[in-house]
């Protein structure tokens, strides 16, 4: 339902290819991968595990620029079920990564709210319309689609396309501009 809020899809179509691209040329998802995969156990594995996600990054731009905590709500429930499996493989160390979460998403969540309070209120409908598109993406993830063995879309190579979005708004309402006056 997110995503249908556009007004300029697109805008969101170029911000999630060039996104995509751009992420997947810098590769955003293989040193998530790598970094998840040497992280100690326990507390930073759970610790990355909960916070090096686009969910973790949709939901707090979507509570911080929009007041709306609902992906955070949904997230937590989730994070709460896999902690309870991390933690009788783990230990205690998951337990320990709770307040490094509530940090990490608290900061971040702040950044959106300062962020937000000169926004325009259709860039923040734009910004929240893709990472209704994300969202979709996690739901891939989460059904396992693959293509060529692995995941179908490497999400985390689309996150540029958050910071994308307001350059080629701006771009496009130039060139309208200077196209019709």
Not at 69 to 74: R, Y
Not at 130 to 158: C, E, H, K, S, T
């Amino acid at each position: 339902m997110m995503a249908l809020e556009t007004e300029g899809p697109i805008d969101l179509f170029l911000a999630l290819v060039l996104g995509t691209v751009l992420g997947h040329s810098f590769h955003l998802q293989a040193r998530i991968d790598a970094l998840t995969k040497r992280a100690s156990r326990g507390f930073m594995e759970a610790f990355m595990l909960f916070c090096l996600g686009s969910m973790t990054l949709v939901g707090c731009m979507e509570d911080g620029l929009l007041g709306k905590p609902n992906l955070l709500f949904i997230k937590g429930t989730m994070d709460l079920i896999s902690s309870a499996f991390l933690a009788a493989t783990l230990g205690r160390g998951v337990l320990w990564s709770a307040a490094g979460v509530l940090g990490f998403q608290g900061a971040l969540t702040l950044a959106f709210m300062a962020l937000g309070e000169g926004m325009d209120s259709a860039l923040i409908r734009e910004l929240s319309a893709l990472g209704g598109i994300l969202m979709l993406g996690i739901a891939f993830q989460l059904w396992d689609v693959r293509a060529n063995g692995r995941p179908a879309w490497p999400l985390v190579d689309a996150l540029p396309a958050l910071l994308l979005l307001p350059l080629i708004r701006m771009a496009h309402t130039w060139l309208e501009t200077a196209i019709f006056g």
